[in-house]
């Protein structure tokens, strides 16, 4: 039986309402779970604050920790992958494809894997081992591959190519045609791997938790803390606390980005 067109739409409207509870419900439960005296006895038991205040007593430190965290990531990842990313899209050689190709493995290999050849090659020194700057290596090595990849496309555009010939014509210097020039050009392309490398290192749990010390615990890690070893009240309210504070971050950055892409579309 063929559906027409005046059919399709319901369908696809059901599947996608299906597909979205599914997705959302479990985590909305979470929520609630974390807003009640007692999960056992459900909404009937009362609706307390008491869970959120007790998991921002203990792991309210991780969140700040968190943001600092993911934002350095983005900075590190801006000034590192905007050069390497016009590297690649100017280099045709073997070379250059090879490191391509060895840049994005930690995308591939697991979290841990990565972490533990971290520990096996810095963990020595001390100081370095216990700081979040540890951490934050770590999240740089597995997020930058995402920054170079989006970035790098854009430097391959043909107008580009031909924008930077012209500017080299007029005399322009390297930098004020990569400053200048190029860099501004690729805006939107820089402020959307922006929101990916930040979204990705804030929620990062794999690597973070083989490179975490108890003194430099992250949301996520104190997200799975709390599961572990709290009840599963002050575990869920961890959840709302994680969404309240990354949520209006996230739509920022989108707001950003979606103004971004609209002003240079124009």
């Known amino acids: ?65 968190s943001i600092g965290l993911a934002l350095a990531c983005v900075f590190c990842t801006v000034i590192l992958g905007v050069p390497c990313a016009y590297a690649l899209a100017r280099s045709q050689s073997r070379a250059a494809r090879a490191f391509e190709e060895l840049l994005t493995l930690p995308v591939a290999v697991p979290g841990l894997a990565t972490a533990l050849a971290l520990i096996l090659t810095y963990g020595g020194t001390t100081t370095f081992r216990q700081s979040f700057a540890f951490i934050l290596v770590g999240h740089v090595v597995f997020t930058l591959p995402f920054m170079v990849r989006t970035v790098t496309s854009a430097f391959q555009r043909n107008e580009l190519l031909a924008i930077e010939e012209a500017a080299r014509t007029l005399g322009a210097s390297f930098p004020q045609r990569f400053l200048g020039v190029l860099v501004p050009a690729v805006l ?79």
């Open 188 to 266: 939107p392309s820089i402020v959307a791997g922006t929101l990916m490398v930040f979204t990705l290192s804030i929620g990062e749990f794999n690597l973070t938790w083989m490179l975490h010390t108890p003194l430099t615990r992250t949301l996520p890690v104190g997200l799975a803390d709390s599961y572990a070893s709290m009840r599963i009240e002050i575990g869920s309210a961890y959840t709302l606390v994680f969404f309240m504070v990354i949520l209006p971050i996230l739509w920022l950055l989108q707001a950003v980005s979606n103004f971004v892409q609209k002003r240079y579309a124009s």
């Open 1 to 65: 039986m063929k559906l027409s067109r005046t059919d399709r739409a319901p369908i696809l409207f059901a599947i996608t309402v299906f597909v979205t509870f599914f997705m959302i419900g479990p985590m909305l439960i979470s929520i609630l779970a974390g807003l009640v005296q007692n999960y056992s006895g459900g909404i009937g038991s009362g609706f307390t604050l008491r869970w959120l205040q007790e998991v921002w007593s203990i792991y309210g430190s991780t969140v700040n920790a």
